[in-house]
Structures are given as C-alpha cells and as structure tokens.
C-alpha cells in the first residue's frame, strides 16, 4: 500500500520550488500532494484544509509551510484522535521572537519587511528569494535557479501568509505532540538559524527527532535529493517501529 504525503510550500515562491522533492518522494512509491501556502487563522480556510489532510499519511511543509503542517497536525490530533507523521523543513514553529522564543527574528525586522513588502511587492519578494538562497558558496547560481522557477502569487495569499508567520506559535504544539516528528534544519540558513533545533532538544514530546544539514533555508529545492532520502530513512524507520 502507498504511504501519502501532503506537502506544503513555504511563503512567497510558489509550488514549483518543490516539485523536485515531490518527483523525488514519489520514486519511492509515495503518493505525494503538493498545495501552497494558506490562511490558517481563517475559520474556514482552516477546517478546509483539515478535511483535506485528514487523508494523508504524512503531514510535511518547508518554513511557513513547515508551521501549517503543524497546525494541521494539531487541528487532526484534536478532532479526531488521530496523530499523523509531522515532518518540517527549515521551520521555526514561531518565525518571530517574543519573550518565550529568542531564536526567530525580531519584531522590528519583520516589521519592516512586512512594510517593504506592502510598499513595494515586487523587489521585496526578490529580496526574500536572495534570503532563502543566502549563506553558501552557491548563493549566486542558486539565486538564479529560484527566480527561474518562482510563480506570480496572489497577494491576498501572501499578505494572509505574513499574518501567519507573524502571529503563528507553535511551540507548545510541538512540545505536546504525541505523533512522531521529524524537523530538519541547515547549518547555513538565513531565515532560521540552525540554533532553533537546541532549543527543540529541550521538548518533552516522546517522538521527535531532528537533524542538521549543510545548507541554505533553500535546501529543499537546492538539496532535495539528499533531504529526501533522510526522509527516505526516517519514515522507513517509523515503519519498522509499527510492525
């Protein structure tokens, strides 16, 4: 029987950025569905999206993504008893700093990004597509790469996804998560630094692993060979564990 896979794009890129780990995924004989971004803090659009992951085997997101896969985990556990596998990549369960959670970025910074992005969508979103490619010697050619396969977005999407980056904290839902969870972090990431797995290591949650690559907060579409074979492993693992 085919495992399924609901895997969610991060902020600002589109689905095309993950195609490559998708067709990668499905190698394996995972059934894989790829959605983007969307509204969690709208009743409705939350429970739509609930109904749809239900379905699914595997709950899996890059960076906001990675926070929407959560809330779906979470929304699943609660309403119908049911823990689904939870994988996240390059996402910080609170992208903004508050008392409780240093390691994100602060809140003057987002605000300002948030204001650049409401004056000027356009050069804004460039220069968040130079973040997510920052920090390696590739920085440049990668650069290139994202701009080629970036979709024009909606920004009604994007405007509703900044409010979820902003507001989103999920770290108590991690913490208290009985399913298994993975989370998986790179060395060189600009936007989440890799001192956010320490802080993971302090959970209680009973079933969370973590791992730490060498890579840009890019590394799902510029290291997607490599991410999903450790997903490979992870998952085959869970697997052996519930014969």
Not at 41 to 69: F, I, R, T
Not at 213 to 239: A, D
Request: charged residues 20%.
């Amino acid at each position: 029987m085919k495992k399924s896979i609901l895997l969610i794009t991060g902020w600002g890129g589109g689905t095309k950025l993950l195609q490559p780990l998708k067709q990668q995924l499905e190698t394996e004989n995972y059934t894989v569905k790829l959605i983007n971004i969307f509204n969690a803090l709208d009743v409705n659009v939350l429970k739509e999206h609930v109904e749809l992951a239900k379905n699914y085997d595997v709950l899996m997101g890059w960076s906001l993504g990675g926070q929407l896969a959560t809330i779906l985990a979470n929304e699943i556990s609660k309403q119908y008893q049911e823990q689904k596998v939870l994988i996240t990549l390059a996402s910080n369960p609170c992208f903004v700093a508050n008392e409780t959670w240093q390691t994100a970025m602060d809140q003057p910074t987002f605000q300002t990004f948030k204001q650049s992005f409401k004056d000027d969508a356009i050069s804004t979103l460039k220069k968040f597509g130079f973040m997510v490619c920052q920090g390696t010697t590739t920085t440049k050619q990668d650069f290139l790469t994202l701009q080629s396969l970036i979709q024009p977005q909606n920004l009604d999407v994007l405007n509703a996804g900044l409010s979820c980056l902003e507001q989103l904290n999920n770290v108590d839902i991690l913490n208290d998560y009985t399913g298994h969870q993975y989370h998986i972090f790179a060395k060189q990431d600009f936007l989440v630094g890799y001192k956010v797995q320490r802080n993971f290591q302090k959970f209680t949650a009973k079933f969370l692993e973590l791992d730490l690559i060498s890579g840009s907060h890019g590394f799902p579409l510029f290291n997607f060979e490599e991410v999903s074979c450790k997903i490979f492993e992870y998952l085959n693992k869970i697997k052996q564990i519930n014969r």
